[in-house]
């Protein structure tokens, strides 16, 4: 079994003047990351590796995952291919992982976040809201094996759905 936590990056601060790339947490993003890796923290998740995007909203958000959940600095790694990007993108990506782990987080972008969901899930969502999690199951041992429609969703959790 290889089980997926697709994360989308918390929100960000669009009133400072930056790259996109840069854009940084805002106070809603920096409160909501820790609140949603509780929540993983709950239910006893644990990936053996967090993929993410280099942007620094998505670096961001992925590290405030990363240390909430006691996790070892050396499990982050960062893929350019994950910012700006399409779901193919994503799904190259995926089937390159690395068999040995079964448990990943991977932190990104909309639309093409959602996008990739929906195809791996066969599930319309519409939109994965800001630090939203959606965690999808495969039944296989290879991420080489993962294609459209082959997953099952295990759960869709976001920060709003608790206020």
């Not at 923290?41 to 993410?52: A, E, F, L, Q, R």
């Not at 050396?74 to 992982?97: A, F, V």
């Not at 094996?145 to 608790?162: C, M, Q, R, T, V």
Request: some cysteine.
């Amino acid at each position: 079994m290889k089980t997926i936590y697709f994360i989308r990056h918390a929100k960000s601060d669009w009133g400072v003047k930056c790259d996109d790339f840069d854009r940084s947490l805002n106070k809603r993003g920096e409160k909501d990351a820790p609140f949603m890796a509780e929540r993983l923290k709950k239910y006893g998740v644990k990936p053996d590796i967090v993929i993410s995007s280099p942007a620094k909203r998505a670096l961001s958000t992925a590290k405030i995952i990363v240390d909430e959940l006691k996790l070892s600095e050396n499990r982050l790694k960062t893929d350019i291919n994950l910012y700006l990007t399409s779901p193919q993108e994503y799904l190259r990506l995926i089937r390159k992982i690395d068999d040995k782990y079964s448990a990943v987080f991977i932190v990104g972008h909309n639309p093409a976040i959602t996008e990739i969901c929906e195809i791996l899930s066969g599930i319309q969502i519409g939109n994965i809201p800001t630090c939203g999690i959606f965690c999808i199951e495969f039944d296989t041992e290879f991420f080489s094996a993962i294609s459209a429609n082959g997953g099952e969703k295990l759960f869709f959790d976001f920060p709003k759905k608790h206020n």
